[in-house]
Structure formats: structure tokens, C-alpha cells
């Protein structure tokens, strides 16, 4: 699949708390954490029997856009040779409340801090978005 369907369903998202983001060559890797879904919990406070849910796993290799609340943009993709610095690191911690499905090309991630992450299915030849989670996973 290329693009981003206008039905498609990522409300396992919603909630979760962005907790790491890596860098290689090619991509921006973003992990939303799995939550403890059930556990029994001893009087000493250790957790027992603990069902977590599976973290998401996004890699991101098309463009990507990050504005602030006020719709700033305060870092995008770049050539790593024309970078100073990167700010996407402002997610780290906040939540994701909501996503939506801009175009075919874009999916909007929208944090708790009223920052929005644009990622853009510029390539029809190579996988610009990757997501994993559990025994999901969607290319576009």
C-alpha cells in the first residue's frame, strides 16, 4: 500500500506516550509506548501477572513536517549535511490525543502539547511510512 486510505483506522495511537526517537541515514524512528492493560498488584506495590500491550513502531523515511501550536514549523526533513540541529525532540513524553488523515499523501500526528507531526508518502517506488504494532503493519 502507497498512500494513506481515508478509512484507515490507527486509533491505537491515541493515548500513547511517545517515549524514543532515533535517527539513522535513511530514517526517524518514533516508539509510542505499550501500556500495562491488566496486573495484580501485591501490598508491597509489585505488579503481578501483568498483561502490557505492544508499543507502536513507526519509521519514518518520506518527508516529515513538526509545527508547534501555533502551526510554526519548527523542524521538517533535511539532508543530514544541511542540518544544525534537530527539534523533534520536543515529543519526547507528551501523548498522542488524535491523528487524521489529511490527503492520500499526508497523515497528521497530533501531541498533547498541540504539536502536529506531518508525515508525507512522497515515493511511489520506496516505503516512505512504516507503522508496526502487534501483528499490524501498515506501508504506505
Known amino acids: ?3 494513506f486510505p481515508k478509512n484507515l483506522d ?3 495511537l491515541v493515548g500513547r506516550e511517545l517515549t524514543y526517537i532515533g535517527l539513522d541515514l535513511h530514517q526517524l524512528f518514533l516508539r ?3 501500556e500495562v492493560l491488566s496486573a495484580d498488584r501485591r501490598d508491597s506495590g509489585v505488579l503481578d501477572n501483568v498483561v502490557m500491550d ?3 513502531n513507526i519509521g519514518i523515511e518520506g ?3 513538526l509545527t508547534n501550536s501555533s502551526g510554526l514549523v519548527i523542524d521538517e526533513s533535511v539532508e543530514h549535511s544541511e542540518r544544525k540541529s534537530y527539534q523533534v525532540h520536543v515529543l519526547l513524553g507528551q501523548r498522542l490525543t488524535a491523528y487524521a488523515v489529511v490527503s492520500e499523501t499526508t497523515l497528521n500526528l497530533l501531541f498533547g502539547s498541540g504539536h ?3 508525515l508525507i508518502d512522497n515515493s511511489k517506488m520506496y516505503e516512505s511510512v ?3 504494532y502487534a501483528d499490524t503493519y501498515i506501508v504506505a
Open 1 to 3: 500500500m502507497h498512500g
Open 10 to 12: 490507527l486509533s491505537y
Open 32 to 34: 509510542l509506548n505499550g
Open 54 to 56: 505492544a508499543d507502536v
Open 63 to 65: 518527508d516529515w513536517i
Open 116 to 118: 502536529c507531526l506531518s
Open 130 to 132: 512504516t507503522i508496526a
